[in-house]
């Protein structure tokens, strides 16, 4: 008895703890998304295969004694999007474990008791289906509607009464929106070696401003990002009787001396590194201080850069910052190989100004520019020697994209303006002006996204200060600086140029998007010509948002035939 008692222990063993390498879901699910496509389905399993980019790592193995887990998480999942009836079954074969789902009957909302005045941040309806997830993001969108317009001590009592043997749920919102309230007085306790002056010049809110957690949130963010302080702790006084909110800033410094490494590789510069050093609180003051090297398979770049962000603060001019840069760089851009020297020193400053409602901040930079190029080219076009440029210029950025490698939503636009003249001993005298205006609006699950830039070089000079076009961050039908004129086979860019790209991205997923894209170029070798026909392409491409940023796959077809591939690393907006 005890032999097949054994061989039983042996035999259950062996089955429990089976390994498969595949997984599959069957049943009511859906083949390309939704809330039961299989990137969803995995996520509710705790199933996580490795990115693309980690061509290291092995997809994920299972054992027959997680089954059951993976039972329970599905069942779990299908309640909350209303499937209180579901039925979920597993058999498996030699290698893989099949989950089969069958949703059966969706539970109904019977009747809803809430405020008029917050119905329309309702995500349910009645006598349609109940999801959990509905019912939480209301509570949030309302939370956070009561947080931005003056009442941050509201109180919500919210509950979903499910009854499974009628099978109907009963919704019932209950808010007391609380005292109003308004910012009062800011006190900062910094342990920094820095001014609390230039603290206060990153909060949004003002003294007396109706509460509003967004900005509290802006201002935790303009402190973080300048990259000193460890540990931010914003707190608020709602104990008073007057509807003033003291606020209270506590800041703890961190390391501000950094090491920092990049590897990647695209279509431009091909495989590339760099290392960089950076200390973001040099002498005190948010003075920063940069040294760092970047090589790539077209050539090298060493700089250092020394920042101020308040070299002059006064009643007359208000607050200027300064930045000096050096840089020595050797680049093949295939028609010419360049050698330049370059030193550059701007003095900043910036304004805030209210816009449809929202404060937004307008960057200007004034400064000069000294470049000593040495060009190497076989052909005669592209004027072999060594040149002394040196020129004043002025740059203005309004930057309004809520996401800077991301951008889902935001308006972005700049102008920069560089004269060189003799008068300065440069070799060459010009007028160089580029305009660039960016759109981005989310119709979820849709991004849309349009940009044009316009740009004009007064005189003729010579090809290595043209205009380029042609590549991943312009028209995406040609190779990297490739449209436009040839000379020997090779482009030779333009005086006068425009480029525009309109693009749509659907997210299949929350970290995957297929894109499609139409994109514009005029590009003249004739100063002011803009009435020359348009360079035209098409593509599609896919985005993958990665801890390092979106990784970005696209392919352009030029209407005159031919395509082009361009792999990167951030969006094209």
């Given at each position: 008895?005890?032999?097949y008692?054994?061989i039983?222990l042996?035999?259950?063993t062996?089955?429990?703890?089976?390994t498969?390498?595949?997984?599959?879901?069957?049943?009511?699910?859906?083949?390309?998304?939704?809330e039961?496509d299989?990137?969803t389905?995995?996520?509710?399993?705790?199933?996580?295969?490795?990115?693309?980019?980690?061509?290291?790592?092995s997809?994920?193995?299972?054992e027959?004694?997680?089954?059951?887990?993976?039972?329970?998480?599905?069942?779990?999942?299908?309640?909350?999007?209303?499937?209180?009836k579901?039925?979920?079954?597993?058999?498996?074969?030699?290698?893989?474990?099949?989950?089969?789902?069958?949703?059966?009957e969706?539970?109904?909302?019977?009747?809803?008791?809430?405020?008029?005045?917050?119905?329309?941040?309702?995500?349910?309806k009645?006598?349609?289906?109940?999801?959990?997830t509905?019912?939480?993001?209301?509570?949030k969108?309302?939370?956070r509607?009561?947080?931005?317009?003056?009442?941050?001590?509201?109180?919500?009592?919210?509950?979903?009464?499910?009854?499974?043997?009628?099978?109907?749920?009963?919704?019932?919102?209950?808010?007391?929106k609380?005292?109003?309230?308004?910012?009062?007085?800011?006190?900062?306790?910094n342990?920094?070696?820095?001014?609390?002056?230039?603290?206060?010049?990153?909060?949004?809110y003002?003294e007396?401003?109706?509460y509003?957690?967004?900005?509290?949130?802006?201002?935790?963010?303009?402190?973080?990002r300048?990259?000193?302080?460890?540990?931010i702790k914003m707190?608020?006084?709602?104990?008073?009787?007057?509807g003033?909110?003291?606020?209270?800033?506590?800041?703890?410094?961190?390391?501000?001396?950094?090491?920092?490494?990049?590897?990647?590789y695209?279509?431009?510069?091909?495989?590339r590194g760099?290392?960089?050093?950076?200390?973001h609180?040099?002498?005190?003051?948010?003075?920063?201080?940069?040294?760092?090297?970047?090589?790539?398979?077209?050539?090298?770049?060493?700089?250092t850069?020394?920042?101020?962000?308040r070299?002059?603060?006064?009643?007359?001019t208000?607050?200027?910052?300064?930045?000096n840069e050096?840089?020595?760089?050797?680049?093949?851009?295939?028609?010419?190989?360049?050698?330049?020297?370059?030193?550059?020193v701007?003095?900043?400053?910036?304004?805030?100004?209210?816009?449809l409602?929202?404060?937004?901040r307008?960057?200007?930079?004034?400064?000069?520019?000294?470049?000593?190029?040495?060009?190497?080219?076989?052909?005669?076009?592209?004027?072999?020697?060594?040149?002394?440029?040196?020129?004043?210029?002025?740059?203005?950025?309004?930057?309004?994209?809520?996401?800077?490698?991301?951008?889902?939503n935001g308006?972005?636009?700049?102008l920069?303006?560089?004269?060189?003249?003799k008068?300065?001993?440069?070799?060459?005298?010009?007028l160089?002006?580029?305009?660039?205006?960016r759109?981005?609006?989310?119709?979820?699950?849709?991004?849309?996204?349009?940009k044009?830039k316009?740009?004009t070089?007064?005189?003729?000079?010579?090809?290595?200060?043209?205009?380029?076009?042609?590549?991943?961050?312009s028209?995406?039908?040609?190779?990297?600086?490739?449209?436009?004129?040839?000379?020997?086979?090779y482009?030779?860019?333009?005086?006068?140029?425009?480029?525009a790209?309109?693009?749509?991205?659907?997210?299949m997923?929350e970290?995957?998007?297929?894109?499609?894209?139409?994109?514009?170029?005029?590009?003249?070798?004739?100063?002011?010509?803009f009435?020359?026909?348009?360079?035209?392409?098409?593509?599609?491409?896919?985005r993958?948002?990665?801890?390092i940023?979106?990784?970005?796959?696209?392919?352009?077809?030029?209407t005159?035939?031919?395509?082009?591939?361009?792999?990167?690393?951030?969006?094209?907006?």
């Open positions: 008895m005890k032999k008692i054994y039983l042996l035999i259950t062996v089955m429990y703890g089976k498969f390498d595949n997984i599959k879901f069957t049943g009511d699910i859906d083949l390309i998304a939704g039961f299989r990137d389905l995995l996520k509710i399993c705790h199933i996580e295969y490795p990115a693309i980019y980690k061509i290291w790592k997809d994920p193995t299972f027959s004694k997680q089954i059951k887990g993976f039972e329970d998480s599905l069942i779990d999942y299908s309640k909350s999007m209303g499937y209180y579901v039925e979920v079954s597993s058999n498996t074969d030699d290698d893989t474990i099949y989950l089969n789902i069958k949703k059966n969706a539970i109904k909302i019977a009747s809803i008791v809430m405020d008029d005045e917050f119905k329309r941040f309702a995500l349910f009645q006598g349609k289906r109940f999801r959990t509905d019912f939480t993001k209301t509570k969108k309302i939370s509607h009561l947080e931005e317009t003056g009442y941050p001590t509201y109180k919500l009592n919210a509950k979903a009464f499910v009854d499974v043997d009628l099978y109907k749920v009963d919704i019932k919102m209950e808010i007391n609380g005292e109003k309230k308004y910012f009062s007085t800011t006190e900062i306790n342990s920094a070696k820095v001014d609390n002056k230039l603290i206060f010049e990153e909060i949004t003002e007396g401003e109706l509003n957690v967004l900005k509290l949130e802006e201002s935790y963010d303009n402190i973080y300048l990259g000193v302080f460890d540990k707190e608020a006084d709602f104990n008073t009787s007057d003033k909110t003291p606020m209270t800033i506590t800041l703890e410094e961190g390391k501000t001396k950094e090491f920092a490494s990049h590897i990647g695209d279509t431009e510069e091909g495989a760099g290392l960089e050093y950076i200390d609180n040099f002498f005190g003051n948010m003075r920063e201080l940069r040294a760092g090297l970047k090589i790539s398979e077209r050539g090298y770049d060493a700089h850069s020394f920042y101020d962000p070299i002059i603060d006064n009643d007359l208000g607050k200027i910052s300064f930045r050096l840089g020595y760089s050797r680049w093949d851009y295939d028609s010419y190989i360049e050698k330049l020297f370059t030193e550059r701007t003095f900043g400053k910036f304004y805030n100004q209210e816009i409602g929202e404060r937004r307008f960057d200007h930079f004034l400064g000069f520019q000294m470049e000593h190029s040495e060009i190497e080219s076989g052909i005669p076009a592209f004027l072999s020697g060594n040149y002394l440029i040196n020129s004043l210029f002025y740059r203005f950025v309004l930057d309004a994209r809520d996401d800077i490698m991301d951008a889902k308006y972005y636009t700049s920069y303006v560089e004269k060189s003249m008068q300065l001993g440069s070799d060459i005298d010009y160089k002006v580029l305009g660039e205006a759109y981005i609006k989310e119709f979820d699950p849709m991004v849309w996204a349009f044009v316009v740009g070089i007064s005189e003729e000079t010579p090809p290595f200060k043209h205009f380029f076009l042609g590549g991943a961050m028209n995406r039908g040609y190779e990297y600086r490739d449209l436009g004129a040839h000379s020997g086979g482009p030779l860019g333009g005086l006068s140029m425009i480029d790209s309109l693009e749509g991205r659907y997210y997923t970290n995957f998007a297929v894109v499609g894209f139409v994109d514009s170029s005029k590009l003249s070798l004739d100063i002011n010509e009435s020359e026909e348009w360079y035209n392409s098409y593509g599609t491409g896919l993958y948002l990665s801890v940023g979106p990784l970005r796959l696209d392919v352009g077809f030029p005159d035939g031919g395509f082009a591939l361009h792999l990167g690393i951030g969006q094209v907006f």
